[in-house]
């Protein structure tokens, strides 16, 4: 299982998230992601790199942003570590998170 860390924006959006139930499905997908971070869908061009989760909740489209990367633990073997980028609408999801990440 990996380690998750959140950036800013999505630490951010997650503490302004007032949905329960929204909450918890964005729980669920980032503890499936633990268990298997190529699980989500590989991004192209300016966004190489980045893996893209969809979630839909409401009939609207919600995302998930992250990376991974293998980050070396004191006392252990290396371990993957997958890095919460930014979450959020699908509505300029991808333009907001291009001025962030690029």
């Known amino acids: ?3 998750i860390l959140f950036l800013p924006p999505a630490a951010k959006y997650f503490k302004k998230l007032k949905d329960k139930q929204l909450k918890t ?3 669920e997908a980032i503890d499936e992601i633990s268990k298997d971070p190529r699980i989500g869908e590989p991004k192209h061009g300016d966004l190489e790199g980045v893996l893209g989760y969809d979630i839909y909740y409401n009939k609207i489209n919600y995302e ?3 990376t991974t990367e293998e980050r070396k633990i004191e006392g252990t073997n290396e371990t993957e570590t997958v890095v919460i980028i930014m979450a959020g609408t699908r509505e300029n999801f991808y333009n907001e998170l291009k001025r962030y990440w690029v």
């Open 25 to 27: 499905l964005y729980r």
């Open 64 to 66: 998930l942003a992250y």
């Open 1 to 3: 299982m990996a380690n």
